[in-house]
C-alpha cells in the first residue's frame, strides 16, 4: 500500500505542477484552456486518491495527528508531495 502511495503521490505531484507551472499562465496569459481541461479532472482525482491513501498509511505507519496533517497540507503546496516521499515514506 505504502509503494502504491508514493506512485499516487509522485503523480498528484508533478500534476499540480502542470497545472500551475504550465496549464494557468497558458490560460490566463495566452487564452489557451486546453492543457487545464485535459490535466484538471486527473489531478483531482490523484488529489482524491491521495487523501484516502495517506488515511490507509496513516493507520499502517502509525503516524500521529501532527504527521498527518503535514502530509495532508503538503497535497496543496508545489512540490509537497516530494517532499512527504524523501520525509516520511
Do not use: C
Not at 509503494?3 to 490566463?28: A, D, M, N, Q
Not at 486527473?42 to 503535514?70: E, S
Amino acid at each position: 500500500m505504502i509503494k502504491t502511495f508514493r506512485i499516487v503521490s509522485y503523480l498528484e505531484g508533478i500534476s499540480y505542477l502542470l497545472l500551475l507551472g504550465v496549464g494557468v499562465p497558458l490560460k490566463y496569459i495566452a487564452g489557451n484552456d486546453a492543457l487545464v481541461k485535459a490535466v484538471g479532472m486527473p489531478h483531482g482525482m490523484l488529489f482524491l486518491v491521495y487523501i484516502i491513501l495517506a488515511v490507509v498509511v496513516r493507520q499502517m505507519k502509525h503516524w500521529d495527528f501532527k504527521t498527518f496533517f503535514i502530509v495532508l497540507i503538503a497535497s496543496v503546496i508545489p512540490f509537497g508531495t516530494f517532499y512527504i516521499d524523501k520525509k516520511y515514506l
